[in-house]
């Protein structure tokens, strides 16, 4: 008896023993699998384009106030704004810095005054591309989703409000990874980070306090915009231009980036004008912007002057990258937030053969 019982015990002691080292494999096996094959949780091209679209809209039509925080590198300030949209799209927006000089950008639809008050200037312009946080989208002319496969991440708390969280990830190097958090419901923007190698964070827009869906107060803009009329005034205008007309080519060097802009503009500390000098202290240069609808970069050319020192190098800040070389009797600059190697690909790309003169 006490040996069949024995017997029976120890069977029933390796049973547990198979079952226990059944269950430890199977747990094994899964997070095997889950390791060696992950939810593809990247996006199919109908939905990502819909948030993109999405996030892109709530910028311009909701109403909403909040404090942005900027970071770019070791940089990092703060700022107020306030936006509203009316019945028909227009657009009302008043951006104040909080660190600093005192600075106030109003806008209107897509006239923009910015208000330097030391100097009681206002520099008045016109801004078409409408991608400034927490807008997205530079242009339309080129769809992001050939060069950025969208995927969805885990969900996330920014500023109180629960996002939506989605990685966009370039198909090469010539463009850096962006990582955006957006409002699950209006579908604002939140926070927008670029990425570098390694997944560095490189630079960073977020609201630290937020209300979407306030009453609109577009009358204190439109208001704010008046009482500036007092102060000098600084008109900034971009003429259409074409820089092949001055002897100029730039073979653009990378896939995806399109020619959206190509203009000649001032540029240059702008202050008071002095009497008798209507324009102030500006410089007049050609600039070609470039997009890939997401990101872009800016090809500036400007005649080598004495009263402007310039010098042949390259410089970094957070994920904006600047190269300055000279071509005969210009300088050259080119200034984007796209990888270094994106930037000097474009600086080379620049050429320059003397337009014959008609005599």
């Known amino acids: 008896m006490h040996k069949g019982g024995s017997s029976a015990h120890v069977a029933g002691a390796q049973r547990i023993r198979a079952l226990r080292r059944s269950f430890f494999l199977a747990l094994c096996l899964s997070a095997a699998a889950a390791t060696a094959q992950p939810a593809d ?13 999405k996030i892109h809209k709530a910028a311009q039509r909701e109403n909403y106030v909040g404090t942005l925080i900027y970071q770019r ?46 100097a009681k200037l206002v520099v008045v312009e016109k801004q078409e591309a409408k991608d400034r946080f927490p ?13 950025y496969d969208m995927r969805k991440m885990p969900a996330e708390r920014v500023a109180g409000m629960e996002c939506e969280v989605f990685a966009l990830e370039p198909h090469d190097a010539a463009r850096y990874a962006v990582r955006l958090w957006a409002e699950k419901n209006s579908g604002l923007l939140m926070r927008a980070q670029t990425i570098g190698d390694g997944g560095k964070v490189l630079e960073q827009v977020s609201f630290s306090q937020v209300q979407i869906g ?18 000098n005034h ?11 007309d001055e002897g100029w080519s730039i ?44 990101t872009g ?11 402007r020192a310039r010098r042949e190098g390259v410089a970094a800040l957070g ?3 600047v190269v300055v070389r000279r071509v005969a009797d210009f300088w050259i600059t080119v200034v984007g937030e796209v990888p270094a190697s994106t930037v000097r690909q474009f600086a080379t790309a620049v050429e320059y053969r003397p337009p014959k003169t008609v005599h």
Do not use: C
């Open 41 to 53: 949780n990247t996006l199919n091209r109908r939905d990502a384009t819909a948030w993109l679209n």
């Open 135 to 147: 807008a997205l989208l530079a242009t339309n002319k080129n769809d992001v989703l050939d060069l």
């Open 73 to 118: 590198g070791s940089v990092m300030h703060a700022s107020r704004i306030q936006h509203y949209s009316d019945l028909v799209h227009n657009e009302y927006e008043r951006l104040e810095t909080l660190d600093g000089k005192p600075r106030e950008v109003l806008r209107q639809n897509d006239v923009v005054h910015s208000l330097i008050p030391e």
């Open 234 to 244: 600084y008109e900034v205008t971009y003429q259409p231009t074409s820089i092949g």
């Open 214 to 231: 306030v009453p609109s107060e577009k009358q204190r803009i439109l208001a704010a915009i008046k009482n500036s009329s007092g102060w």
């Open 251 to 294: 073979a653009v060097p990378l896939k995806g980036f399109q020619k959206i802009r190509e203009v000649r503009r001032p540029l240059g500390e702008l202050r008071a004008p002095a009497p008798g000098n209507a324009r102030g202290q500006v410089f007049e240069v050609l600039q070609v912007v470039y997009s890939d609808g997401l």
């Open 297 to 307: 970069l800016s090809v500036f050319i400007e005649p080598v002057s004495e009263q």
């Open 319 to 321: 994920a904006t990258q």
